[in-house]
């Protein structure tokens, strides 16, 4: 059974930084699209980040462009997240999300596995 399950969240003061591990087991998803998204309370899911297949494309939202970086190490199924400068604005429960679809993809329906979420919580 596919499965993933992100790690690395906690509470961090403002302009600290935190690194997200997200470990992919049951499949390989050396393949897949593999992005980051995240839900505030009250607020809707959101599209944080995404990398191809190879790490060779990643895209951000605005929100987060310059501060974090997605980055994936195949041999270890394994997508990262690095935060930098966070805000209290990030705080969220941050979704690890793998896409059959081929290439960059912000669309959360075409996301075909999810993890169960990590709580970054981001204190002022």
């Known amino acids: 059974q596919a499965q993933l399950v992100e790690s690395g969240g906690g509470l961090v003061q403002a302009g600290g930084s935190l690194r997200l591990s997200c470990a992919a087991s049951?499949?390989?998803?050396?393949?897949?699209?593999m992005g980051w998204w995240r839900q505030a309370p009250g607020k809707a899911r959101e599209f944080v980040a995404s990398?191809?297949?190879?790490?060779?494309?990643?895209y951000y939202a605005d929100s987060v462009k310059g501060r974090f970086t997605i980055s994936r190490d195949n041999a270890k199924n394994t997508v990262y997240l690095q935060m930098h400068s966070l805000k209290p604005e990030d705080t969220a429960v941050y979704y690890c999300?793998?896409?059959?679809?081929?290439?960059?993809?912000?669309?959360?329906?075409?996301?075909?596995?999810w993890g169960q979420g990590t709580q970054v919580t981001v204190s002022s």
């Open positions: 999300a793998a896409s059959a679809v081929s290439g960059i993809t912000t669309v959360s329906y075409e996301y075909n596995y």
């Open positions: 049951g499949r390989t998803f050396s393949t897949y699209t």
């Open positions: 990398i191809n297949w190879s790490g060779g494309n990643t």
